[in-house]
């Protein structure tokens, strides 16, 4: 008899935890093993999502760009056409998921407030979110609220809250997230504070990616606190420093600050976690242009104590940004200690999309660095693509 397991998570945690990608058979970059299948649901269509917005009245043309690509998240699109409903909505001082929800909670607020003055919402967001959190559960008994029954109706009609079978919960788990990260930041503690309170659970997990969310945008020196301190924190389990590392380096906008933050991680090949901070910064579309443009990929190189981990820094990085990384790797043509450096990412590098790709190959023949540095099956850089590439370029000059 055989059974069928069917898995369901956040393609972010698929890319950033090795464990769920190996219970998924993930063995590569759109690849699985046999008998295994990944189907990622991806955002909304845009031409669905412009239709809903047309439908309820709102012009896709008046959001920011920004706020127009969270649209593609079926609970962000709900939020916004509430907000439309509600005659709320503040395209232009929306850019950021936090904005939104935000925004989508001072509504819930304005609904409340309107039916039941001066109601409790607050009181009981924050009672419902602590109580959540203490017993590690997505809804409680509804006796725990039982003091503000009005209140917890009208939250309930505003979409805030959920009753079910006796129980309540918020709407979705979203809004608990966002619930306890205000919470958290208003009592004053720090992260780190939080994670000693008690066992760190997998439960924890969506409260630090809130918290740490929400510092950033409204709190930048905490949030780069709260990051180192947890990185050094011997008491932290690694799972959640993992998560910590994933956030920081797949953010849309990184600042060098952040990269020092990581580095509390300490040396590369004493700790595997700093070693994992380094690949996905590599490998994340505006982290790995931070490295480039901050001198940080070149700072290792130019350091015999580094030069390796830079090396495979630029295997990394060289198919994102083959003419930055082969223009820092030219100049170590020829140099002692280098030939197999350059020759690993010789081997992976784009020839057929870069001319400085291929002037690096070329400096690295006339300094006879390949001549046994370079071994396996051809590939990408073997003599035969080489040649098409010099032909290509005949074609353009």
Request: hydrophobic fraction near 40%.
């Amino acid at each position: 008899m055989s059974v069928r397991l069917l898995l369901a998570c956040r393609s972010f945690d698929l890319e950033v935890d090795p464990r769920l990608a190996d219970l998924a058979g993930v063995t590569g970059p759109g690849r699985h093993s046999d008998g295994h299948h990944v189907e990622r649901l991806g955002p909304l269509p845009a031409a669905d999502v412009d239709q809903a917005l047309h439908d309820a009245g709102v012009s896709p043309g008046s959001l920011t760009p920004s706020l127009h690509r969270l649209l593609g998240v079926p609970l962000h699109l709900r939020m916004l056409v509430t907000l439309q409903e509600r005659g709320q909505i503040d395209p232009a001082g929306i850019n950021t998921r936090m904005e939104l929800f935000t925004a989508f909670y001072r509504s819930v607020c304005y609904e409340v407030e309107a039916r039941q003055p001066g109601a409790p919402v607050t009181a009981v967001t924050d009672r419902l979110a602590a109580e959540l959190s203490e017993r590690q559960e997505l809804s409680v008994p509804a006796s725990l609220l039982s003091e503000h029954p009005v209140t917890v109706e009208l939250l309930a009609s505003a979409g805030w809250l959920r009753r079910d079978a006796g129980r309540i919960a918020f709407a979705h788990e979203a809004f608990f997230d966002y619930a306890y990260a205000q919470r958290h930041m208003r009592s004053g503690l720090s992260l780190l504070d939080l994670l000693r309170s008690s066992e760190q659970h997998l439960f924890r997990r969506g409260q630090v990616r809130q918290i740490l969310t929400l510092e950033r945008e409204q709190d930048f020196g905490q949030y780069l606190r709260d990051v180192r301190e947890v990185l050094s924190a011997g008491d932290v389990r690694p799972h959640i420093k993992e998560l910590v590392i994933a956030l920081v380096t797949w953010v849309s906008d990184p600042l060098i600050d952040e990269w020092q933050a990581l580095r509390e991680l300490g040396d590369v090949a004493a700790s595997p976690l700093a070693d994992r901070a380094h690949s996905l910064a590599a490998r994340a579309p505006e982290f790995s242009t931070l490295l480039l443009t901050g001198g940080v990929v070149a700072g290792y190189l130019s350091d015999a104590a580094t030069a390796d981990l830079g090396a495979r820094l630029c295997q990394l990085l060289v198919s994102a940004h083959p003419d930055e990384v082969c223009d820092l790797l030219v100049p170590y043509a020829g140099h002692q200690g280098w030939p197999s450096r350059l020759a690993r990412v010789v081997n992976v590098a784009p020839l057929h999309d870069s001319e400085r790709a291929v002037d690096l190959v070329e400096a690295v023949i006339g300094a006879g660095d390949l001549d046994d540095a370079v071994r396996g099956p051809a590939g990408s850089s073997d003599f035969f693509s080489l040649r098409r590439a010099h032909e290509q370029r005949g074609e353009h000059d």
